[in-house]
């Protein structure tokens, strides 16, 4: 029997998907956020409901949205709100999962889509947050996607644009923030999560064809290595088809 294959960005969206549960409303980002906010509604979380950015609630796009703005995110959706009361809608509490991307990501899961350098004087200007800082202010829990190298994983992030655990237990609490925080981060090369007593970063799957050592040696600081971390399972045949000619048939995201 032959081994399924598949491309490194068609398992970083099963991931995604996998990490989605039935009866969660989710705020999904352009990318392979979106595609695998549509792959889990498809095989094993119908009743999950996708927020877009843009204000659509609950859509059924016939096709896969470019972006969380495209026209396709408010075809049938019940519910289509302005962008204020979308977020809104996360302060009250109904939003459970929320997707996010940027350039840093440090131990304590704090996000930078602001600026490389100093803030006044940077390397890099970077398109700023968005909506990032109120999802992982406010959701229930926060998932990280991005490419895993020492410099997008530095010790501390240049600037924080987005709040992660700050600098450790207690600073949400204290900053008054009411979402969860991090939960979850996906990267090419594994799948971290959050240490509950210390708040760092921990890893909890490697990718297969990757070690914990080539994680470590991408990491710009100390990860936590359980001695139980695991291979990260690969696709399955029915996640591929249904992402193949179901999900993103055109390949926008997944090739």
Known sequence: MSEVQYTPRELLACVAARLISDGESVFVGTGLPLVGALLAHK???????????????????????????????????????????????????YADVGF???????????????????????????????????????????????????????????????????????ARE???????????????????????ETCRMKLISYHPGVTPEVVQQFTGFELIIPDDVTETPKPTEEELRVLREEVDPNQLFVF
């Not at 843009?54 to 896969?64: F, N, Q």
């Not at 004087?121 to 829990?141: M, Y």
């Not at 204290?174 to 509950?196: C, Q, Y």
């Open 174 to 196: 204290k900053a008054g923030l009411v979402g969860g925080g991090p939960w979850r981060v996906i990267s090419h090369l594994g799948v971290m999560g959050f240490d509950e």
């Open 43 to 93: 095989l094993h979380a119908p009743n999950m409901m996708a927020i877009y950015e843009c204000g659509a609630v609950d859509p059924e796009p016939r096709v896969l949205p470019w972006s969380v703005a495209c026209s396709w995110t408010y075809h049938k959706a019940p519910t289509i709100l302005s962008m204020t009361s979308v977020f809104g809608h996360s302060r009250a509490g």
């Open 100 to 170: 996010l991307g940027g350039a840093q990501i440090d131990m304590y899961g704090n996000i930078n889509a602001t600026c490389i350098g100093d803030y006044d004087n940077p390397k890099v200007r970077l398109t700023g947050s968005g909506g990032a800082n109120d999802i992982a202010s406010l959701c229930g829990k926060v998932i990280f996607m991005g490419l895993h190298l020492p410099e997008r994983f530095p010790e501390k992030c240049d600037y924080i644009t987005t709040p992660g655990f700050l600098d450790g237990p207690g």
